[in-house]
């Protein structure tokens, strides 16, 4: 069969060394380079270049090669509730089984399939001793990051009127009035103003007359 992997690529893997006798073993490290998008998109994730380091188990069974491993890495982010940066060590284990394509799932030859049989969309399948770590890792790094992310436990995060951090001013606030009480505390405002101009005019008044008396 025709390989689509390219064995260039860091993580795709190769089992031939592994054989196929079931019990045999092989552990495996490397370090690469993070592809891009891994992680949560625009939340939380690891910077594309950042090294990833993984270790990997190779198990040879029945049915194919059973794969676990630890990937750890850095990973970069915004805090939910601040909007400050975010950094957190990543760790996360994982285990997946990729299928020799030419056994069933009781790891026996297969018979000649219809042309019309379509494999199972879960199944992983070898390909001319090849794997593809790529998607296992994505949904390992995925499941072990922070849904929302906060830059710590009690982040006080920004004011919803003007943004301020409250996490740098805790005493801020603004002066809520009830929009219940808007319209009478409009009247209020809008009294106190006339009591005033009735004040001021009538002063005005006295002072006028005041002024006749005098000159009379």
Request: net charge negative.
């Amino acid at each position: 069969m025709n390989t689509r992997l390219d064995h260039r690529n860091p993580l795709v893997f190769d089992t031939h060394e592994l054989g196929r006798r079931p019990g045999a073993m092989q552990r495996l490290s490397r370090e690469i380079p993070a592809p891009a998008d891994l992680g949560l998109a625009g939340v939380i994730g690891v910077p594309e270049g950042a090294p990833l380091k993984i270790d990997l188990r190779l198990e040879s069974v029945m049915e194919g090669v059973l794969v676990t491993g630890t990937v750890r890495a850095s990973a970069e982010g915004e805090c939910v509730r601040c909007l400050e940066s975010v950094g957190r060590e990543l760790k996360a284990d994982f285990q997946e089984m990729f299928s020799y394509p030419d056994a069933d799932d009781r790891g026996r030859p297969k018979a000649e399939p219809a042309d019309d049989a379509e494999d199972d969309e879960d199944t992983l399948y070898l390909e001319d001793g090849l794997f593809d770590l790529e998607p296992v890792l994505r949904d390992a790094v995925v499941l072990a990051l922070p849904l929302q992310p906060v830059c710590r436990e009690d982040c006080l995060g920004l004011c919803p009127d003007c943004g301020v951090s409250l996490n740098e001013d805790p005493e801020h606030h603004h002066d809520a009035v009830d929009i219940r009480w808007a319209a009478l505390q409009e009247l209020v405002v809008t009294d106190q103003d006339g009591e005033k101009d009735n004040m001021s005019g009538t002063a005005s008044d006295d002072v006028q007359s005041a002024a006749e008396k005098q000159e009379k």
